[in-house]
């Protein structure tokens, strides 16, 4: 008996273990079209992570994992995720370059991860895909 719990508590370790490998994606489903061209939606969004207002639970949740994914090349994101980071980004780029000004100043006041990025900032600008 005591051997079959020890093997259910090893499985359930290793799930946890696993499962931490990876950002949750409970809100993988979250329209980010309709973010992204909804101003009043997106200043919400875009205020929360600069902490200058509210946030929804995914939108603390984006705000905490920004730094690791930022450090990780976003590691630990599902391929969902990926296209996710990348379409915020050429929005962000392409539509708003002030913003994304702010966003560089934030979570990158060095200028550390700018030199990282460089290239893939590069090709958003040039309309190229983005590899991982």
Request: charged share 40%; net charge negative.
């Amino acid at each position: 008996m005591a051997s079959k719990l020890s093997v259910v508590l090893l499985i359930g370790a290793v799930g946890m273990v696993l499962a931490a490998d990876k950002y949750t994606d409970k809100y993988d489903n979250i329209d980010l079209d309709e973010i992204l061209g909804n101003q009043r939606l997106y200043q919400k969004y875009f205020d929360c992570i600069q902490g200058k207002g509210k946030c929804t639970p995914d939108g603390a949740e984006l705000k905490e994992t920004i730094p690791e994914a930022l450090k990780t090349e976003c590691a630990k994101c599902s391929d969902k995720q990926k296209a996710g980071v990348e379409k915020v980004l050429r929005h962000l780029i392409r539509e708003k370059p002030d913003d994304y000004k702010v966003l560089e100043d934030q979570f990158d006041p060095e200028g550390v991860y700018r030199k990282k990025y460089e290239d893939l900032k590069k090709k958003v600008e040039e309309g190229k895909p983005i590899e991982y």
